[in-house]
């Protein structure tokens, strides 16, 4: 008897927990942001990429642009920070935006040398990092089965069942997150670290221009070495492919786009290695019927001013998005 009324007693308690987190703490940022796609019938084009796309495109100006034009269409901007990996828009493509309704076009940001990253073990659930949990968060089972590539094993599989929807769970780094702010030492840290100035508000670390230009300098070291090895302008263990017959099979127009990004922009282009790669980049996917629009070389980018060095401000976000309007019109993508 003390048995069953202490498993129910445990039952009632989860329950409510359960429930008060459900009502008390909010979804994931990339959830919240994949959440707005909500399409209809009208025509429309659905941008992924990391702040630098969220911080370069208005999709309202851009509507009022197109439709102004008697352009009957509608964008959304799915971008949102740190994503900015293949994996990421594969599994976005996949099982947010292909789900919910086709798109007349999917415009993807480019960074740097484009699909690179190979069809692996993210050990998803082994390390609890943000950057894991919004990856399976993103997954289905099937996609998980994928990237590692065999069977996860029982306890890995029952692992990625709770993560998926079990709230309290998958919530476990976000809810430690909200403790740790609640600690003064941290919450000063916090701010002793961050760019307050900031206009878009991102949070962006005070050095996070020499971070971006150290990554693409290590980038561009790592594609030296590899120049001769024949892989091509993509991986070919990548998703590049994955994304190009997804947008196939679903008669959508894919896009490929570098946004303004003053760090990386400086250290290579020009350089031969990332000039030879990014012209064998926009061959095949000429040959593919795939568009490429830039936005981040001369005499465009002299143009646009930053809010924090790295993201565009106001006023360069209205140029950025008349410029996507011009390119969207001169592709006829929605006439």
């Not at 780094?173 to 030492?185: D, G, V």
């Not at 809010?307 to 011009?326: F, G, N, P, W, Y």
Request: net charge positive.
């Amino acid at each position: 008897m003390k048995t069953r009324y202490f498993f129910i007693s445990l039952l009632v308690s989860f329950t409510l927990v359960s429930w008060f987190a459900v009502h008390t703490i909010r979804t994931t940022l990339p959830r919240q942001i994949l959440d707005r796609y909500v399409p209809d019938r009208t025509p429309h084009i659905v941008f992924l990429g990391s702040s630098l796309t969220d911080a370069a495109i208005s999709t309202d100006y851009l509507d009022s642009i197109l439709n102004g034009d008697r352009i009957t269409m509608k964008s959304y901007n799915c971008a949102f920070a740190d994503m900015s990996g293949d994996a990421y828009f594969y599994l976005i493509m996949k099982n947010r935006i292909l789900a919910k309704g086709k798109p007349k076009a999917i415009a993807v940001e480019i960074r740097g040398f484009p699909f690179t990253e190979t069809k692996k073990d993210f050990r998803l659930l082994g390390r609890g990092t943000a950057s894991d949990l919004t990856l399976s968060e993103l997954m289905k089972y099937d996609d998980y089965l994928r990237v590692s590539g065999r069977f996860p094993g029982i306890l890995q599989s029952v692992t990625f069942f709770l993560h998926k929807h079990w709230f309290l769970y998958h919530h476990r780094l976000n809810i430690q997150r909200k403790i740790l702010e609640k600690m003064l030492f941290t919450h000063s840290r916090d701010i002793a670290s961050t760019d307050t100035s900031v206009a878009h508000s991102y949070g962006m670390r005070s050095d996070a221009m020499n971070t971006m230009r150290l990554w693409a300098m290590n980038d561009l070291k790592l594609h030296s070495r590899m120049q001769s090895s024949g892989n091509g302008p993509v991986n070919r263990d990548g998703y590049f492919w994955d994304i190009v017959d997804l947008a196939k099979r679903n008669n959508v127009t894919l896009v490929f786009f570098w946004p303004p990004m003053p760090p990386m922009d400086g250290v290579l282009q020009g350089n031969p290695v990332y000039e030879k790669n990014r012209k064998s980049f926009e061959s095949l996917c000429d040959s593919l019927g795939i568009l490429t629009w830039d936005f981040g070389r001369k005499p465009f980018s002299t143009e646009l001013s930053y809010s924090d060095s790295i993201h565009c401000d106001r006023r360069s976000m209205r140029l950025v998005t008349q410029k996507m309007a011009e390119k969207i019109k001169e592709a006829g993508l929605f006439e």
